[in-house]
């Protein structure tokens, strides 16, 4: 922190000058007493220096109303009375009077104009600061210095350099703000060429070149530095012991402390922190123990590191000894605890504190979220945006993880939203989150829509991506993303591979995978590991070919893990080898005795075959090694809200209409053909049994709820914590052909997408979306589209390019009444949104849909800006003619 105030103490150098020239300029009379005299004191007229001394410190003290007042009543004023008023103006941040009085000043001298070009600098008004310069009728140092001091802080630094060049004449304060410019914004290498063309260079600037080597951790060129620099201060020592501190080299480190002539708290937090960084914190805890005086520094220094070793019981006792505690004090407390598990001391903590940031909410977030808890963690978000709390890049992120975990789609799409007014979506690090869960969430497309907005892409947008189109079973996406990858020039890692072998997996691709598989070390250097062979073996298993799997599980380099193993027993399964499948059950019963889920997928091995008794073999087993099989669950969000449901529910409130409406869908299914997978069941009884066993698992309670309460037309999306059985997958297979409508269905492997009976009705329903949204098809306009089944959401941005044409011309729904809903939303610097929901429209009316759609378009672009991106959400149902 203290170099970072080194580099901007030498920007501000040029800034300041142009107050210490105007301070040259005033007399150095002293006011009777040293106060400024009262308003209602008289103030002699021929003392000019004392009106303008009086106008000074109003304006220091903010009263620039009672500084105006001095300032009119003045009988004759100097350019030094005008100069005063101008620089108070700035001083309170008052710009526009400032500008104000600088058109009305009779006279103006070279002071008048730098005050006005730093007020403008100060204010990032770059525009205004460039032509007054170029107005400017004599330009001094200070007025150059000033320019390149505004470029420099605000990281432009090309402009900088080009400033400095420009100049004609150059002192210390420029020399140093260009050399300060090179090292704030990393680029050390021209920071070193300028430092040696030229000599004589004054202490602030090596020390500044010094903490610059030390931000890039370049250690030798900081050491090399250091033995040239004529003087060394105290700033000079601390900054090399960070140097070797930060950089692991404790003992040079330790010897630089040992010889620094004065030692300061900060000299001694330097050592302690390179201990704590090193997770040394007993040796920390010493050093601690002999600091002649401690800050808060040392002090959060001392609990960071008992928090980072799990020492929660010694980092209590630092917080409650120190004296001071600051609200990095309490963060770290908070994030300790949540770290452990320790929710409830965590929540205790957060609960007591005087004054909280967003870091504190993102803590207490992450610890809700890490423990499981991701309801209570979404209550907390919601609970900081209604205390106003400012949400920052990791609490979003930490959300957005905690609405894929549990699938809250709904509730991230808010968030979403939430982030592209503040601006974050852009960005790599959220972008990723947001990618990561409209992914797990179901919505592929949108996931997509998110990729292609991220700015800059690393390798980790790509993965989940690639890994993305993979768990949804659309390998050639995910193989296309790969190729796409490799052409942008991001190179592949273990986890890219992970998803291309995955991708061929679940689309059968065999020879692909495998040219894939052994193309890993040969074209991108990458090593082999556990899970690249499991994803081979599921590969090889699905396609039958068991004895390839067993040779390739040969030739592994490392003996094969649980996961592997549980690879060739689902493959035994799906194949009837049941003397394969008990092998693969024995060592994964050896390498994970507690691991429910290979029990359960063994029994159903045997009862496939009808070994009963050997089904009630595992159960007994299970009960003596104490293995429980975790309860299935599957789960929807309707509404905001999370709707659980079990095998067999009936706690749920519309647990009666549930079941009645799954009766019906019964009888529909066996008219397609339906029946009842029983040899799924791992139960001895009778056919009928098994049937009434299977008929009311979790996840068609799940999806007949969803289908009972949302919308027709918007895409089911249901979650479950195991695997889909086989005989709910064949029903939902059905039931989406049935009632037409897209049913998305995620599990502990990866999604399900049914979408039987959607695809006769989508022409239609795109006709009529094409339709509805004519209006959004201008020539000046711009249109993506992402299309989910008789919904839209366009992406388009107003300009001057050409866009596509009107897709449709003439109205499709002659025969039907459409209900429709719009939203937009959208804008650089805001977020606002225009809804509409109308009532149902007889085929003679239709034309006043566009009308409003048009009126609401019109709104958005005029609110958000000729040039914002904006989004427009269309979704239309089918519905009964109104009366």
């Known amino acids: 922190m203290r170099f970072r105030r080194l580099h901007s103490t030498c920007s501000r150098l040029l800034l300041n000058e142009t107050a210490s020239h105007l301070k040259a300029e005033l007399p150095r009379t002293k006011l009777a007493g040293g106060e400024p005299p009262a308003k209602s004191a008289k103030v002699s007229s021929s003392d000019i220096v004392q009106w303008n001394r009086s106008i000074t410190q109003h304006m220091r003290q903010g009263e620039c109303d009672s500084a105006l007042s001095l300032f009119n009543s003045m009988p004759a004023k100097s350019s030094v009375s005008w100069n005063a008023m101008l620089s ?23 002071v008048s104009w730098n005050i006005m070009l730093s007020g403008y600098i100060k204010n990032k008004n770059f525009g205004a600061a460039r032509i007054l310069f170029d107005q400017m009728p004599v330009k001094d140092v200070v007025s150059w210095n000033a320019l390149l001091s505004g470029y420099a802080q605000n990281g432009y630094v090309d402009d900088a350099r080009r400033i400095f060049l420009m100049m004609p004449v150059k002192n210390e304060i420029s020399w140093n703000g260009l050399l300060a410019t090179y090292v704030q914004n990393g680029r050390i290498e021209e920071a070193r060429k300028l430092f040696e063309s030229k000599d004589n260079w004054p202490l602030v600037s090596w020390n500044c070149l010094l903490g610059g080597y030390l931000r890039k951790k370049m250690l030798a060129e900081a050491k090399v530095l250091f033995d040239k620099m004529p003087v060394k201060d105290q700033v000079s020592w601390n900054t090399i012991i960070s140097c070797y501190a930060q950089s692991d080299d404790l003992e040079e480190a330790r010897r630089l402390f040992d010889e620094s002539p004065i030692k300061d708290v900060f000299t001694w937090t330097s050592l302690l922190s390179g201990y704590v960084q090193n997770r040394m914190v007993d040796e920390a805890r010493r050093i601690f123990d002999e600091m002649p005086e401690k800050n808060e520094v040392s002090w959060n220094a001392m609990i960071a590191g008992y928090v980072q070793s799990k020492r929660m019981d010694l980092a209590r006792e630092f917080f409650e000894a120190m004296p001071c505690k600051n609200i990095s004090s309490w963060n770290t407390m908070i994030t300790g605890y949540a770290q452990i598990g320790d929710i409830t001391h965590a929540r ?61 789609f709904e509730f991230g799409k808010q968030i979403h939203g939430r982030l592209v007014k503040a601006g974050y979506h852009t960005g790599c690090y959220v972008g990723n989150a947001l990618l990561s869960m409209y992914c797990k969430c179901g919505s592929i497309d949108e996931a997509y829509d998110v990729f292609e907005e991220i700015a800059e892409k690393d390798a980790v947008s790509w993965n989940t991506m690639i890994i993305g189109y993979a768990r949804h079973g659309f390998g050639k996406q995910a193989l296309r993303q790969f190729e796409s990858m490799k052409e942008v020039g991001i190179r592949p890692d273990d986890v890219t591979m992970v998803g291309v072998l995955s991708a061929c997996g679940h689309t059968g691709l065999i020879d692909k995978g495998m040219e894939h598989f052994y193309s890993m070390a040969r074209d991108y250097g990458i090593v082999t590991n556990p899970r690249h062979y499991t994803c081979m073996i599921d590969l090889l298993g699905r396609a039958g070919r068991l004895d390839d799997a067993q040779n390739l599980m040969k030739d592994m380099p490392c003996e094969p893990d649980a996961a592997t193993w549980g690879a060739l027993l689902g493959a035994s399964r799906i194949h009837g080898n049941t003397e394969l499948g008990e092998k693969a059950a024995e060592m994964i019963f050896r390498l994970e005795p507690w691991n429910a889920g290979m029990y359960v997928l063994l029994s159903n091995l045997y009862a496939a075959s009808g070994r009963w008794r050997d089904v009630s073999k595992m159960r007994l087993k299970m009960r003596d090694t104490g293995v429980r099989k975790m309860p299935g669950y ?79 037309g918007r895409p089911i999306r249901v979650m479950k914590n195991l695997r889909v059985c086989g005989d709910c997958h064949t029903a939902i297979k059905l039931i989406s052909k049935i009632v037409g409508r897209l049913i998305i269905v995620r599990d502990s492997n990866r999604f399900h997408h049914f979408s039987e009976g959607v695809l006769w009705s989508s022409v239609l329903w795109r006709e009529i979306l094409d339709w509805l949204l004519l209006p959004v098809w201008p020539k000046r306009m711009t249109v993506t589209v992402c299309q989910e089944e008789r919904s839209y959401t366009l992406k388009f941005k107003h300009t001057e390019q050409n866009g596509r044409k009107p897709p449709c011309l003439k109205n499709p729904w002659k025969e039907k009444n459409v209900a429709f809903g719009v939203c937009c939303y959208g804008g650089k610097h805001m977020f606002f949104n225009f809804s509409m ?38 979704i239309v149902e089918e519905c009964e003619m109104l009366n």
């Not at 890049?393 to 957005?400: G, I, K, M, P």
Request: hydrophobic content about 45%; glycine content about 4%; aromatic content about 10%.
């Open 634 to 712: 599957s789960w929807v969000e309707v509404q905001n809200q999370i709707h659980l449901f079990s095998v067999g529910d009936t706690m749920h409130p519309d647990s009666k209409r549930i079941y009645a409406f799954l009766e019906e869908l019964e009888l529909l299914m066996k008219q397609e053909g339906y029946v009842s997978a029983t040899k799924l069941v791992l139960h001895d009884v009778d056919e009928e049994e098994k049937a009434h066993m299977l008929k009311y698992h979790s996840e068609k309670l799940a999806v007949a709820f969803a289908i009972l309460n949302i919308p027709s």
């Open 348 to 408: 205790s903590l957060f609960d007591c504190m005087p004054n909280r940031d967003c870091i504190s909410w993102a803590a207490i977030i992450a610890g809700y979220a890490q423990s499981g808890n991701s309801e209570e963690a979404l209550h907390m978000f919601v609970q900081m945006k209604r205390d106003g709390g400012r949400i920052n890049r990791s609490a979003f992120t930490c959300v957005l993880s905690t609405s894929a975990d549990i699938a809250a």
């Open 88 to 110: 108070g103006y700035l001083l309170n941040g008052k710009l526009d009077l400032a500008q104000k009085l600088f058109d009305e000043m009779p006279q103006r001298d070279l």
């Open 837 to 874: 929901f109308a009532k149902p429209i007889p085929a003679v009316t239709e034309f006043v849909a566009q009308l409003q759609i048009l009126e609401l378009l019109d709104n958005a672009i005029f609110t958000a800006g000729y040039k914002a991106v904006l989004y427009i959400h269309a």
